[in-house]
């Protein structure tokens, strides 16, 4: 298998690049669960990816400088690059070190802070 998929380094790499690009790609569709009002909000699926302008329902661009526009991370893409940049510099995941790196994180901030994000 390892032939196949690469090293662990890469199918790592591979595998975040393709959440990343996943995630900034269906922002604008977040939070839709009703099949009508995605059709709506998508109607190709030929290019059904980052709509412009992103409108994804519980955060914006205008509430949230420097976050949110057509093509950036959703709340939850910002967590996960905040996540894997820590556990890449520190070489391992310690939940010790990665739950005070995550609350330094989360108080400076400047984004949509969920459940999670606001408990720390």
Request: net charge negative; charged share 15%.
């Amino acid at each position: 298998a390892a032939a196949v998929c690469g090293s662990m380094e890469a199918r790592i790499r591979n595998c975040l690049l393709g959440a990343f690009v996943g995630d900034a790609a269906s922002m604008t569709t977040h939070w839709i669960y009703d099949p009508a009002a995605m059709a709506d909000a998508v109607p190709s699926v030929d290019a059904p990816e980052f709509k412009s302008p992103a409108t994804p329902k519980f955060y914006s661009s205008e509430e949230f400088p420097g976050h949110y526009a057509t093509g950036q991370l959703s709340p939850y893409g910002e967590q996960l690059l905040f996540v894997a940049q820590h556990a890449a510099s520190a070489g391992e995941i310690s939940f010790a070190a990665m739950t005070g790196a995550m609350a330094e994180w989360a108080k400076a901030y400047s984004g949509r802070k969920d459940h999670a994000t606001l408990t720390f």
